[in-house]
């Protein structure tokens, strides 16, 4: 067999190899359109730092997301969010302290949005501090390769991770404050000043949502 033949040999073994890389990478992922995300592998492609944690299902809304293995409370209902009030509550599930609230009216979207807006412009524009007053700083959270269209943003002190989460049929509001009502007894020891970097976990947590059919 002839040098040059041995080369056009090793040449095609290297690109077929190649492509069926491509290939398999390219299988993995679905884009989306309009906001229902789907990925054919498995949710935990973030890695290790979700590879201890468990599955969150709700075959009622089509949707899973993956939590820490430490929240607990996980399904139960929340009596109410900051969406709501006490004449008018708007409740959700506790994914630990974190409250999703399924909006499937244009009234809530537009609440949830309104929300969301008020905290995002805190972060764009910070509030000048007033000596003995109120202060409240916000920074906008980036959802690292999400698998939907998700808005965050972290407020403090005595704040939390809002984010909303935009899908065809519904949204969903993200109430990370609400967990302090403590509607539900399992949450009394489980509090979202508990992590020492609280948006980690939360950013960790969105970036795993996805929509399911």
């Not at 959802?143 to 809002?162: K, L, Q, R, T």
């Not at 949450?187 to 929509?211: A, I, Q, W």
Request: proline letters at 4%.
């Amino acid at each position: 067999m002839s040098k040059k033949l041995i080369i056009l040999i090793i040449v095609a073994v290297v690109v077929a190899g190649g492509a069926a890389y491509w290939y398999y990478q390219w299988s993995q992922v679905k884009f989306c359109e309009g906001g229902n995300c789907n990925r054919q592998s498995e949710i935990v492609l973030q890695g290790d730092e979700t590879a201890n944690w468990k599955t969150y299902r709700n075959e009622k809304y089509g949707f899973e997301v993956r939590y820490p293995a430490s929240f607990t409370g996980v399904g139960n209902l929340s009596q109410n969010s900051v969406l709501g009030s006490a004449q008018n509550p708007l409740g959700g599930f506790y994914i630990g302290y974190l409250v999703f609230v399924i909006l499937d009216n244009e009234a809530g979207k537009k609440k949830a949005n309104d929300y969301l807006s008020k905290y995002i412009d805190i972060a764009k524009n910070p509030i000048e501090r007033i000596e003995g007053g109120s202060h409240i700083t916000c920074e906008i959270v980036e959802v690292p390769d999400s698998f939907v269209d998700v808005n965050a943003v972290y407020c403090s002190p005595a704040g939390g991770v809002y984010a909303l989460i935009k899908g065809d049929k519904y949204d969903i509001f993200v109430d990370g404050y609400s967990g302090g009502y403590g509607n539900v007894e399992e949450l009394s020891s489980l509090s979202r000043f508990d992590n020492p970097n609280p948006p980690e976990d939360e950013k960790l947590l969105l970036s795993t949502f996805r929509f399911i059919e």
